[in-house]
């Protein structure tokens, strides 16, 4: 098993910026990518950002590149999405997500088996 807890949302005024933390425990050797997903308001989930846990590999959604970084730190067992430039298209909760297999998952929600409960990102303009 393996869990994930998100922190780090909150409120913020469109421009500014906001980082993410998901700390993940349990079965970390198990864990292949970690990704960063969000759903908005009356909206599916989203994919946002993904990085493979072993080499760093990181792939992001075409609304995000530019303005979001995500990154890992092994030692803390923490994966990070720095989000810069907040709009208000970006309000959401911001789910972490984590997979058990080597298969790249491509941003596709499907290959991801363990979800955290969510932290809410407000953006006003």
């Known amino acids: 098993q393996v869990q994930l807890v998100e922190s780090g949302g909150g409120l913020v005024q469109a421009g500014g910026s906001l980082r993410l933390a998901c700390a993940v425990s349990?079965?970390?050797?198990?864990?292949?990518?970690v990704a960063w997903f969000r759903q908005p308001p009356g909206r599916e989930r989203e994919f946002a950002a993904e990085?493979?846990?072993?080499?760093?590999?990181?792939y992001y959604a075409d609304s995000v590149r530019g303005r979001f970084a995500i990154s890992r730190d092994n030692a803390k067992n923490t994966v990070y999405l720095q989000a810069n430039s907040l709009e208000p298209e970006d309000t959401a909760v911001y789910f972490c997500?984590?997979?058990?297999?080597?298969?790249?998952?491509?941003?596709?929600?499907?290959?991801?088996?363990?979800w955290g409960q969510g932290t809410q990102v407000t953006v006003s303009s």
């Open positions: 997500a984590a997979s058990t297999s080597p298969i790249v998952p491509w941003g596709n929600p499907d290959r991801y088996v363990y």
């Open positions: 349990g079965r970390t050797a198990s864990v292949y990518p």
């Open positions: 990085i493979t846990w072993s080499t760093g590999r990181t």
